[in-house]
T-cell receptor, first 110, second 113 residues
Framework: DQQVKQNSPSLSVQEGRISILNCDYTNSMFDYFLWYKKYPAEGPTFLISISSIKDKNEDGRFTVFLNKSAKHLSLHIVPSQPGDSAVYFCAASVGGKLIFGQGTELSVKP | NAGVTQTPKFQVLKTGQSMTLQCAQDMNHEYMSWYRQDPGMGLRLIHYSVGAGITDQGEVPNGYNVSRSTTEDFPLRLLSAAPSQTSVYFC????????????FGPGTRLTVL
């Protein structure tokens, strides 16, 4: 049973516009949520995180929103740039373990 | 700092063969972990370690063994490879206070025929 789900395998956005990546989870015990970014033939790199006691965290162009009642988080990228084109994984932590979603491939077109 | 290094980058095995995927980090991180990435499945945790001498199972531990004799190294052993273990394997490490923010190695692409 997938505890962390990213239902959109891909997303295409125009440069300069907003990218919104979504993630849903089922386990209410998750204490931290994270986003990782992955380029082909490389390992994932940490992007941004949010504690379960917060509802928003911002870092430059990247903002993560957490809606605990809906068990939903999202990553907003504003403005989107071609270099943001990558696969984005959401992840959730519990008991020292990270559980990842399936990933969403973002394509930002010039 | 080299960060997290993994060897080999690519490997082809025959069913039943054994091998060890190597992982090393030079950041003095206590926490290390192994993941596999399969299409449509994201990254799944195989085994993890919170420090030298301590290991525990993740989501998909069957068919894999690990040990942690030093802080720096965390090898993953396949005792008898199966085609279902064809995957890309990633090793990651983090400090104990920030175990969520893991640093990943470049990966090992394994094919089992």
């Amino acid at each position: 049973d997938q505890q962390v789900k990213q239902n959109s395998p891909s997303l295409s956005v125009q440069e300069g516009r907003i990218s919104i990546l979504n993630c849903d989870y089922t386990n209410s015990m998750f204490d931290y949520f994270l986003w990782y970014k992955k380029y082909p033939a490389e390992g994932p790199t940490f992007l941004i995180s949010i504690s379960s006691i917060k509802d928003k965290n911002e870092d430059g162009r990247f903002t993560v929103f957490l809606n605990k009642s809906a068990k939903h988080l999202s990553l907003h990228i504003v403005p989107s740039q071609p270099g943001d084109s990558a696969v984005y994984f959401c992840a959730a932590s519990v008991g020292g373990k990270l559980i990842f979603g399936q990933g969403t491939e973002l394509s930002v077109k010039p | 700092n080299a960060g997290v290094t993994q060897t080999p980058k690519f490997q082809v095995l025959k069913t039943g063969q054994s091998m060890t995927l190597q992982c090393a980090q030079d950041m003095n991180h206590e926490y290390m972990s192994w993941y596999r990435q399969d299409p449509g499945m994201g990254l799944r945790l195989i085994h993890y370690s919170v420090g030298a001498g301590i290991t525990d199972q993740g989501e998909v531990p069957n068919g894999y063994n690990v040990s942690r004799s030093t802080t720096e190294d965390f090898p993953l052993r396949l005792l008898s490879a199966a085609p279902s273990q064809t995957s890309v394997y990633f090793c990651a490490s983090s400090s104990s206070g920030r175990y969520n923010e893991q640093f990943f190695g470049p990966g090992t692409r394994l094919t089992v025929l």
